[in-house]
């Protein structure tokens, strides 16, 4: 019993993480910044250069960082879902344009559409290091106190904002104001 | 054509096949071939960080190896760093900070790392005891059979 039942077992428990492993995406690195305070930066808008855009201002409430370029396929593939999130006003989205040229970047919104409150220019990629980004598109949930709640690396689907973004939130916004008011 | 210009020629065009491949390989030994730094000392150090740092974007790739974006973008940030007379460990913990553990080829000794470092022994240990055993069954096994029984 013994003489076949070890291996076996052995057998059975190498299968198992081997199965495991075929279940994960190696691509995917989680991110060490989740429950920490987000890395906090001023950046020229998109828009205006002469614009800052400071991380600070948006403290107070949740809101969200997308990561993109107009180099970045999964980010045409996201756009239509970040247009209809927007356009709940669940929470501001604000765009990082990531190694990107402005100027391409002002075309693609005008052409597709702008989701973004605001859209901060990050041609040298100096804030998505600090970030720890390392392929767009990235999402980031930011809480009212300024800490990291979640990251998704791929493209937005409905289904992860449903899922993963939503409840956040709304645990976020209860959070401020817990009396309901 | 006599035997004599044939030799001139095919040396001639080995050496030239030679180092039309040498050229080809040349590239291929970094990516990163600008000096980083005039001071060897500093240079060095750059070059080892660089070698110990994943590229994350092209994994399985140190950012010294890549030529992507990001790795360009992550040798900068040290270049800058130890330029700014940061250490190495404080270069490191910039990394693992922003990119956690799976950044660093060679795995911090932290608690949750402590299985992975602490394998190999254990497996050692594993492949002793078990060899042992059976090593052990076997001459049980030929004392069983008699003196004459494990010979052939």
């Known amino acids: 019993m013994l003489k076949f039942g070890v291996p076996l077992a052995l057998a059975v428990l190498l299968g198992v993480f081997l199965f495991v ?42 809101w969200v ?25 669940a929470v501001p989205l604000v765009g990082l344009d990531w190694k990107d040229d402005s100027a391409a970047a002002l075309e693609w919104l005008r052409t597709l559409g702008n989701p973004y409150a605001v859209v901060a220019s990050d041609p040298e990629g100096r804030v998505a290091i600090d970030w720890g980004v390392y392929g767009a598109p990235e999402t980031f949930l930011i809480g009212a106190d300024g800490k990291v709640l979640f990251k998704h690396i791929a493209p937005m689907t409905m289904e992860v904002w449903t899922r993963e973004f939503l409840p956040r939130i709304q645990a976020a916004n209860a959070g401020v104001a817990p009396a309901g008011g | 054509m006599n035997d004599m210009t044939v030799l001139h020629f095919s040396r001639y065009a080995r050496g030239l096949l030679l180092a039309l491949l040498v050229a080809c390989a040349a590239p ?39 030529n992507a974006t990001l790795a360009q973008d992550l040798r900068r940030e040290v270049r800058e760093m130890i330029a700014a007379g940061k250490t190495d460990d404080e270069i490191r913990t910039f990394m693992v900070d922003r990119y956690g553990d799976f950044v660093l080829y060679k795995p911090r000794m932290t608690p949750v790392n ?10 050692l240990l594993l492949g002793t005891f078990v060899g042992l055993r059976f090593i052990r069954k076997q001459s049980a096994q030929a004392d069983e059979d008699g003196p004459e029984a494990g010979k052939s």
Request: overall charge negative.
């Open chain 2, 114 to 123: 402590y299985l992975l470092w602490a394998a190999p022994v254990l497996l």
């Open chain 1, 21 to 62: 492993g075929l279940q994960r995406d190696p691509s995917y690195v989680p991110s060490p910044l989740i429950g920490k305070q987000a890395p906090e930066f001023t950046l020229p808008s998109l828009h205006d250069p002469n614009y800052p855009v400071a991380s600070k201002e948006l403290a107070g409430k949740p």
């Open chain 2, 28 to 66: 291929a030994f970094a990516i990163d071939t600008e000096r980083a730094f005039d001071d060897p000392a500093l240079q060095a150090r750059y070059e080892q960080i660089g070698r110990e740092l994943r590229c994350l974007v092209c994994q399985n790739q140190t950012i010294a190896d890549s």
């Open chain 1, 65 to 89: 960082l997308n990561v993109w370029g107009t180099w970045c396929a999964g980010c045409r593939q996201e756009h239509e879902t970040l247009m209809a999130i927007a356009r709940t006003g």
